[in-house]
């Protein structure tokens, strides 16, 4: 493992032995993201690489203890994400690139409704999600021409939990992410 990446886990790691409420983590814990990815020399190419037709979720690491994982998010040129949520806090810091990500409520029907404008992270820059503060949004690739890379961390081991899609019409689609350098067993 890189030394910037291991740092990291150490740093949020000792921060997650301290029982800190929500808003703790978000502040410690994107203060430290905001450094992992302040510089882009440390990610190994095997977890730099975008798939043809789709972004990928790239396990870095998992907490034994499932306080929170962290992934490589691999956006080839133009791809995006559909509307979704998380169901934990989530930290999101831009290493290289750019994308967008556009915020939604639900309204009383159930279907998703833009609030805002989309956040643009550039490179350095971190954005948190969560149910407290607002957890459904739609990402995409800030370019048409190149990959970008950010990298996540959520408060669980986020490709093993059930969460949702959420289409234009309303309906609700649930889904279990996984990764995609990690095959989950059946549960
Ligand atoms: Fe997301």
Redesign the pocket.
Known sequence: MTAPLSEFITSLTMLLDRCPDEPRILAEGGALLAKLVARDDWLPDTYAQPHPQHYQQLLLHCDPAERFSIVSFVWGPGQR?PI?D?TVW?LIGMLRGAEYSQPFTLDQDGRPQAQGRPVRLEPGQVEA?SPALGDT?R?HNAYDDRVSISIHVYGANIGAVRRSVYNEDGTRISFISGYANQHLPNL
């Open positions: 994400t979704h998380h989530g999600v949004h990402v």
